[in-house]
Nanobody, 122 residues
Framework: VQLQASGGGLVQAGGSLRLSCEAS????????MGWFRQAPGKEREFVAC???????DIEDSVEGRFTISRDNAKNTAYLQMDSLKPEDTAVYYC?????????????????WGQGTQVTVSS
């Protein structure tokens, strides 16, 4: 399955962005879709995930500011990012897994998108 992430950009601190991740290719509806991010010089880290039933998990540092959702009919996951901070600057990657169980482990995700840059200026 191919994942196409979009919606990144440059925003001032306190602003908002909405990332989208569309899954396409095979007749396949990802049971689990997730967002990860990688800042320069840092390891990739989990941000949020949501399964096909709508259950979700969000990393503590973004909880209350970020919201993950999905439209199963469109095979698309979204990450609404509000109250952005400079430390949110990173390349954001979407990923898909063939399991329903929520997981923060990147090794559990089989397919990855190309990444979209999010830059938050102070």
């Amino acid at each position: 399955v191919q994942l196409q992430a979009s919606g990144g950009g440059l925003v001032q601190a306190g602003g908002s962005l909405r990332l989208s991740c569309e899954a396409s290719g095979r007749t396949f509806r990802p049971l689990l879709m997730g967002w990860f991010r990688q800042a320069p010089g840092k390891e990739r880290e989990f941000v949020a995930c949501i399964n096909i039933s709508g259950n979700s998990d969000i990393e503590d540092s973004v909880e209350g500011r970020f919201t993950i959702s999905r439209d199963n009919a469109k095979n698309t996951a979204y990450l609404q990012m509000d109250s952005l901070k400079p430390e949110d600057t990173a390349v954001y990657y979407c990923a898909a897994a063939g399991v329903r169980r929520l997981t923060r482990n990147s090794d559990s995700y089989r397919d990855w998108g190309q990444g979209t840059q999010v830059t938050v200026s102070s």
